[in-house]
């Protein structure tokens, strides 16, 4: 019995599934980045205007919550 043979078609199908996921994956990371970035601008801003005496923490989540992506926060009490 032959072996079905893989045809060029299928082997470019299959090399661009390939090559989107790759630029799939740089997307994510480069959204990732530029959101790190945004909430790192904001969080200083409003560190500044409170003159720098606060919690560094609580910049940073205030500034995502501003830019409307904060994370659920999940506190264990051990």
Known sequence: MDKPKKSKANKLNVEEHAKAAVVDDHSHWAFDV????????????????DGFVGN???????????????????????
């Open 34 to 49: 530029e959101m790190h970035r945004k909430i790192e601008v904001e969080a200083y801003l409003i560190a500044e205007k």
């Open 56 to 78: 560094p923490e609580d910049y940073w989540i205030t500034a995502e919550k501003e830019i409307g992506c904060a994370m659920p926060r999940i506190f264990i009490n051990t």
